[in-house]
C-alpha cells in the first residue's frame, strides 16, 4: 500500500512540473514517514552519505571545465580546426560538427555543455552555407550525445560512485563506442551529402591549417592528460577532473587570453547550478533507496531475471528496453542512480562485467537526450535552430539509428570495450 502510495505521489509531482530532483525528495520523505519506527531524520542521513563520496567531487569539477572553456571560446578554437579538418568534401560542415562534438567530448565531459557551446555557432553557420534547419539541428544534436560516451564523462563518474567500479576503466570502455558513433554518424553525413548536393567548403591552405592545429593542440591535448593521468595512475578521477578545471582556464587565461580572473566568479556560480541539479538528485535517490530497501525490491528485482533463465544477453535487452523507456522522461543521471543500485546485483550474478553494463547504460540513456520529452540537447537544437520540436526529433532519427547499432555491437561483442 506504501508502495502504491509513494508511485502515485512520485507520478504526480512530476506531472505538475516538480522538478525530479525535489519529486524524489519529496516521495523519499513521505515514504518514510508511513514506515513506523524509522525516524524522519533518517532522510537527510542518506541524503548525506549518497553524496559522501570522494569521486563524486569529480562531478562539479567537470561542469567546470565545461564553463571555463565555454566562457574562454575554447569551443571556437576547436570548431574551426574541425571545420578545416574535415576539407574540401560535400557536407563538409556536417562533418566538422560530429568532428568537434568528438573532441569537445574529450575535454567537457558533458553533452549539454556540447550542445550550447557547439550548437550556438554552428547551426545558425550551417543554415547560412545552405544547410537545411532539420540537417543542422539533428547533426548538432545527435552528435552531443557523445559528449556522455568518449571519456572524460560525468555519467560515467557516477555510475562509478554508485558500483564502485573503476573509473578509469571505464573511460578507457567509452573510447571505441564513442568513435564508432562518431564515425557512423560521418557515414549518414556523407549519404545525405551525394543525395542532396551539400555545400562544398574552400579547402584551407597548409599554412593555415597548420596554424589552427597549432592554436587547437593546448586544448586537444587535454584528454590525452586525464586519460592518460588515471590510466598510468598520476592521478586519481576526482584529481584529473581538479587538473583539467585548473588546465583550461590556464590555456583560456594565459594562451587564448580569452577570460580573465574577473570572470571567474560568474563561472563559478554557473558551475554550482549546474552541479547542485545533478548532486541533489543523487543525494534524494540514495534517500529513495533507502526507502525500498524496507520492501525488498532488490530481491524481487533478482527474482524477476531469475524466473528468465540465465542469459546475460536477454538480461541486456531488457535493461536497454527499460532505459529507453526511462531516458524518455527523465535525465541521466537520476536515472542511473534510482535504477543502477537495483539492476547491479542481479548483472554480477549472471556475469555481466561492470564496465559492459555501464557503457551499455551510460549510451542507451545518451538517446534519451535526443528523445522528446526530455530530450534536453534535442530541445537546446531545436531553439538554436529555430525548429519544432518533432520536426527536429525526425532530423536525428537516422543518427540514433547509428547509436543503437553500436549499443548492439557492445551488447554482443564487449571485447571492444577493452581495446585499448
Do not use: W
Amino acid at each position: 500500500m506504501e508502495l502504491i502510495f509513494i508511485t502515485i505521489l512520485f507520478l504526480g509531482l512530476i506531472i505538475i512540473g516538480v522538478p525530479i530532483a525535489f519529486s524524489i525528495g519529496v516521495a523519499s520523505l513521505a515514504g518514510i514517514a508511513t514506515i513506523s519506527g524509522v525516524p524522519n531524520t533518517m532522510i537527510p542521513m542518506k541524503m548525506f552519505y549518497g553524496l559522501n563520496s570522494y569521486v563524486l567531487l569529480a562531478v562539479p569539477l567537470f561542469v567546470l571545465t565545461a564553463n571555463i572553456m565555454n566562457q574562454g571560446n575554447i569551443s571556437r578554437k576547436l570548431i574551426d580546426f574541425s571545420v578545416a579538418l574535415a576539407g574540401k568534401k560535400p557536407g563538409g560542415l556536417g562533418h566538422a560538427n560530429v568532428i568537434v562534438s568528438m573532441l569537445f567530448a574529450g575535454v567537457s565531459g558533458s553533452s549539454t555543455a556540447d550542445t550550447a557551446g557547439v550548437g550556438k555557432i554552428l547551426i545558425p553557420n550551417m543554415i547560412d552555407k545552405g544547410y537545411s534547419r532539420h540537417m543542422s539541428v539533428g547533426v548538432t544534436a545527435a552528435s552531443s550525445t557523445i559528449g556522455s560516451i568518449i571519456p572524460p564523462s560525468i555519467t560515467m563518474v557516477i555510475y562509478g560512485g554508485l558500483t564502485n567500479t573503476s573509473v578509469g576503466s571505464l573511460f578507457i570502455g567509452g573510447i571505441i563506442p564513442g568513435l564508432l558513433i562518431g564515425f557512423g554518424m560521418m557515414f549518414v553525413i556523407s549519404y545525405y551529402a551525394k543525395r542532396d548536393n551539400l555545400p562544398v567548403m574552400e579547402r584551407v591552405s597548409r599554412a593555415e591549417f597548420i596554424a589552427l592545429l597549432k592554436d587547437s593542440i593546448p586544448a586537444m591535448i587535454t584528454p590525452l592528460i586525464i586519460i592518460g593521468g588515471i590510466v598510468f595512475g598520476i592521478f586519481t578521477p576526482t584529481e584529473a577532473a581538479a587538473f583539467s578545471a585548473v588546465y583550461a582556464y590556464l590555456i583560456s587565461a594565459f594562451y587564448y587570453k580569452t577570460i580573465s580572473f574577473k570572470d571567474l566568479p560568474q563561472i563559478f556560480v554557473d558551475t554550482l547550478k549546474l552541479s547542485c541539479l545533478s548532486l541533489f538528485a543523487l543525494a534524494a535517490a540514495s534517500a529513495l533507496g533507502e526507502f525500498l530497501g524496507y520492501f525488498r525490491i532488490n530481491t524481487y528485482v533478482a527474482e524477476f531475471f531469475s524466473d528468465l533463465g540465465d542469459s546475460k544477453f536477454l538480461f541486456l535487452f531488457i535493461i536497454v528496453l527499460f532505459f529507453l523507456f526511462i531516458g524518455t522522461f527523465m535525465d541521466a543521471i537520476p536515472a542511473m542512480v534510482l535504477f543502477v543500485p537495483v539492476i547491479y546485483p542481479v548483472a554480477l550474478s549472471l556475469g555481466v562485467d561492470p564496465v559492459q553494463l555501464g557503457i551499455t547504460i551510460i549510451i542507451t540513456l545518451s538517446i534519451g537526450l535526443v528523445t522528446p520529452p526530455y530530450g534536453l540537447c534535442l530541445l537546446i537544437s531545436s531553439v538554436i535552430g529555430e525548429l519544432s520540436l518533432d520536426q527536429s526529433f525526425k532530423a536525428v532519427i537516422p543518427y540514433i539509428s547509428v547509436i543503437i547499432a553500436v549499443l548492439l555491437t557492445v551488447m554482443f561483442v564487449p571485447a571492444i570495450l577493452l581495446a585499448f
